[in-house]
């Protein structure tokens, strides 16, 4: 059967590879999912994919190895539990990504972004755009994950009137990467949803299909944007859902206990049995780490303890390097057709090599320049640029390196190498 990928892409589904094996992008608000969706997702895993789960750097979770007969099953599976994979792809508002670092304020930024999930999500109004919407909600400014969004929104203040939020706008990475820039500093939430779908819609309507909105902002400039959003506002100011989606309820987080997941892939029977100790000991709640990791939340007397030793039980100790390390990565060319290496398997090679005391940095490698797993944000990034014929006619990939230390993105330090060359650079990073 040929596949149409255009008409399956606003499905949140991409062709993998040329033998049509698919990928299945599901959005989960904000990160948070409850027992009964995780054991959902696994059992989708189980019944129509390879029984292995790609969590992303926005906190949504891939499907592998999809075929097309199984789509229609998969949406269907997804809905019974509140969940669905509409604009996880294409062009349109993707899933609202939430406070990745769960600093302080988590459950007000929790709360906005399932909000905006309900808002934006399915809706035909937000689809159709040139290409991709990416919104985060968090709870400060710690990750810097504002920087790299079309609208960043970052919770700033509680008042007695309400909750303040700063709103960055047109940043991106891939080929060309551009930081976002504040556009509205201590916005109250009834004005922000103004300003955002006055964004998408000014997007639509000035932007060239197949760009992002930081095109625009390189062609048009601040002002002119600033313009062309209080024009596109209008008088009537929407307001947001209120409610909280799917029956979670978001508390303010006291502690957290990760369950450390090396690059990002997870066994169905693993999430399983994780959905089963966020019931038992935690507070019904699963968070999807930006870091690719998952997040749970104790709940009660001895709940911690009893999470931990769960977890160790479950070999998560957290005595592994793979665990202790925060490697975040892309799934590279193991599962995407855009991929020019195998960033699963050279996560591992580097952590092989990485020395003891660099085991406190972030890092995060990309399968191309797209930079899905963000290594202008990981103090140690690395970016697969290219393959280069070698002498034996084998194509092998070229790698640029990153560091970051300030507030920006990380800048290239070394260009054009080879895995051999990468490697020995990881071995000495201090
Ligand atoms: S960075 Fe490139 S290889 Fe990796 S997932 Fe994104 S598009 Fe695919």
Request: aromatic content about 6%; charged content about 20%; glycine content about 10%.
């Amino acid at each position: 059967m040929s596949v149409d990928i255009q008409a399956l892409r606003i499905n949140g589904v991409y062709r993998q590879n040329d033998n049509d094996d698919l990928m299945l992008r599901v959005k989960i608000p904000g990160g948070l999912l409850s027992p009964v969706q995780a054991e959902a997702i696994a059992a989708i895993s189980e019944r129509f994919s390879n029984g292995i789960l790609h969590l992303t750097t926005r906190g949504s979770i891939e499907f592998h190895w999809l075929r097309i007969e199984a789509i229609e099953e998969v949406g269907r599976m997804l809905a019974a539990v509140g969940l669905t994979s509409r604009g996880a792809c294409g062009g349109a508002v993707r899933g609202i990504s939430c406070s990745t670092t769960v600093a302080p304020g988590f459950s007000v930024a929790q709360g906005l972004a399932r909000r905006l999930h309900r808002h934006f999500a399915g809706n035909p109004h937000f689809e159709g755009l040139p290409k991709k919407f990416k919104i985060s909600v968090d709870a400060g400014y710690n990750g810097a994950r504002h920087l790299i969004q079309d609208a960043g929104i970052v919770h700033v203040a509680t008042t007695e009137a309400g909750e303040l939020y700063d709103l960055w706008v047109a940043g991106g990475l891939g080929r060309e990467p551009q930081p976002a820039f504040l556009f509205a500093a201590q916005l109250p939430e009834e004005q922000l949803l103004a300003r955002l779908e006055a964004i998408v819609n000014i997007y639509r309507q000035h932007t060239p299909a197949g760009k992002r909105l930081k095109h625009l902002l390189r062609e048009i400039g601040e002002e002119r944007l600033r313009e062309l959003v209080t024009a596109a506002q209008g008088d009537e100011v929407p307001v947001l859902n209120r409610g909280i989606g799917f029956n979670l309820k978001v508390t303010d987080v006291q502690e957290v206990v990760e369950a450390g997941i090396f690059a990002g892939q997870i066994a169905s029977a693993t999430l399983r049995h994780f959905a089963e100790l966020a019931r038992r000991y935690g507070n019904e709640q699963l968070f999807v780490s930006a870091d690719q990791n998952i997040l749970f939340f104790p709940a009660g007397e001895g709940a911690t303890a009893n999470l931990r030793q769960g977890l160790t039980a479950l070999g998560f100790a957290g005595a592994r390097r793979d665990e202790q390390v925060n490697f975040r990565i892309c799934p590279g060319d193991h599962q995407c057709r855009m991929g020019l290496s195998a960033t699963r398997d050279i996560a591992g090679r580097a952590l092989d090599v990485l020395p003891d005391a660099a085991l406190g940095l972030t890092f995060a490698i990309s399968g191309c320049v797209n930079s899905c797993s963000q290594p202008q944000l990981a103090d140690v990034g690395i970016v697969t640029t290219s393959r280069r014929a070698v002498e034996n006619g084998e194509r092998q990939p070229r790698f640029a390196l990153y560091r970051r230390s300030g507030e920006g993105f990380g800048t290239a330090v070394a260009t054009e190498l080879t895995e051999e060359e990468l490697l020995a650079q990881l071995s000495r990073i201090a």
